[in-house]
Structure formats: structure tokens, C-alpha cells
């Protein structure tokens, strides 16, 4: 599940490695080969994905580099916890994008193909501050995800449609 349209990554004062390794000192965990291999896989790519496409991408058992699935889910987690990674609920699964280092923005997903497609909107910021003013709350966050269908995949829907009324 790639994002169809990268958004520019943020500057920031360290990178995603220094960023977990000063929240792993901060719980008193150590910083493992294994952890390392997966911030660097994480982080090589701006895609939306979950655990089992992470794990695909991975090397095999008796490769080298090899992680566990079950450290590949502990770890994503901590990612999570850490403020690297933010995760959300699509169609049954967990899914995962980079946060740190990534502006603000929501989605469009393609209920057909699959594919997040993201954005970012001035005026639904401004909308939603303004909303949140008005109430007397502080916003933390938001996350929005629009359902509908793609254009690539409203293109072919319509060619199978011309050619079945032939």
C-alpha cells in the first residue's frame, strides 16, 4: 500500500535512529542490531503499510538481518510509542506511516485498488481550529481518511461498463 503522493519531509533536529534511541535510554531499554536494521528499513521508504508487508520486505530466517515477526511487532509498537511511526485502523488491519519528520496531513483511500492517496488542506486546518476555538479545545491531532474510488480505477469501472452495453 504506497502513497501515491509523497508529501516533503519536515527538518529535523535528529534523525528517526537518534530520535529512538533517546526514547529507548529514556525506559531503559537497549538499542539492538535487530532495532537498528528496522528503523533503517522503516525509514528508507514513505510508504503506508502493515506489519506482514514490513515482514515481506524483510530478509528470510538463515538470511542475514533476519527479525523475528514477533520482534517486527514489538518494535512497531515502540516505533509508535516513540513518535516515529502513527498507526490507524483500515479495513480490518493496523496500518502504519512515518510521523516524525512528516507534516500534518489525511487521506484518500481507494476502496478498489487500496491505495492511500495523501494531502494536505490549509482550509480544513483552519476549519478545524477554528471548530476547536469555538469550544474551548486543544487540539492534539487529527486524522481524517476520505473512502471513495480512485481515478485509475473510475477509468476502467467505466470502459467495462461501454463495452458490456455493446
Same mark, same amino acid.
Not at 507534516?103 to 481507494?110: N, R, T, V
Given at each position: 500500500?504506497?502513497?501515491?503522493?509523497?508529501?516533503?519531509?519536515l527538518?529535523?533536529s535528529? /534523525?528517526?535512529?537518534? =530520535?529512538?534511541?533517546?526514547?529507548?535510554?529514556?525506559?531503559?531499554?537497549?538499542?539492538? /542490531?535487530?532495532?537498528?536494521?528496522?528503523?533503517e528499513a522503516v525509514?528508507a521508504?514513505h510508504d503506508h503499510?502493515?506489519?506482514?508487508?514490513?515482514?515481506?520486505?524483510l530478509?528470510?530466517?538463515?538470511?542475514?538481518n533476519?527479525?523475528?515477526?514477533?520482534?517486527v511487532? =514489538?518494535?512497531?509498537?515502540?516505533?509508535?510509542?516513540?513518535?516515529l511511526l502513527?498507526?490507524?485502523?483500515l479495513d480490518g =488491519?493496523?496500518?502504519?506511516?512515518l510521523?516524525?519528520?512528516?507534516?500534518?496531513?489525511?487521506?484518500?483511500?481507494?476502496?478498489?485498488?487500496?491505495k492511500?492517496f495523501?494531502?494536505?488542506?490549509?482550509?480544513?486546518?483552519?476549519?478545524?481550529?477554528?471548530?476547536?476555538?469555538?469550544?474551548g479545545?486543544?487540539?492534539s491531532?487529527?486524522?481524517?481518511i476520505?473512502?471513495g474510488?480512485?481515478?485509475?480505477c473510475?477509468?476502467?469501472?467505466?470502459?467495462?461498463?461501454?463495452?458490456d452495453?455493446?
Amino acid at each position: 500500500m504506497s502513497a501515491a503522493d509523497s508529501l516533503e519531509p519536515l527538518n529535523v533536529s535528529s /534523525s528517526p535512529r537518534e =530520535r529512538f534511541e533517546e526514547y529507548l535510554q529514556s525506559r531503559g531499554l537497549r538499542q539492538t /542490531s535487530q532495532r537498528k536494521f528496522l528503523i533503517e528499513a522503516v525509514f528508507a521508504e514513505h510508504d503506508h503499510f502493515d506489519a506482514d508487508e514490513l515482514i515481506d520486505r524483510l530478509p528470510r530466517r538463515g538470511e542475514k538481518n533476519y527479525v523475528s515477526s514477533a520482534t517486527v511487532y =514489538r518494535t512497531l509498537r515502540e516505533f509508535v510509542d516513540a513518535g516515529l511511526l502513527k498507526s490507524f485502523q483500515l479495513d480490518g =488491519r493496523t496500518v502504519y506511516e512515518l510521523d516524525y519528520g512528516y507534516p500534518q496531513h489525511d487521506h484518500l483511500y481507494c476502496s478498489r485498488c487500496r491505495k492511500l492517496f495523501e494531502f494536505q488542506s490549509r482550509d480544513l486546518m483552519e476549519i478545524r481550529d477554528r471548530v476547536a476555538a469555538e469550544k474551548g479545545f486543544r487540539v492534539s491531532g487529527h486524522r481524517m481518511i476520505i473512502h471513495g474510488i480512485c481515478r485509475e480505477c473510475g477509468k476502467s469501472r467505466r470502459k467495462k461498463r461501454k463495452q458490456d452495453l455493446v
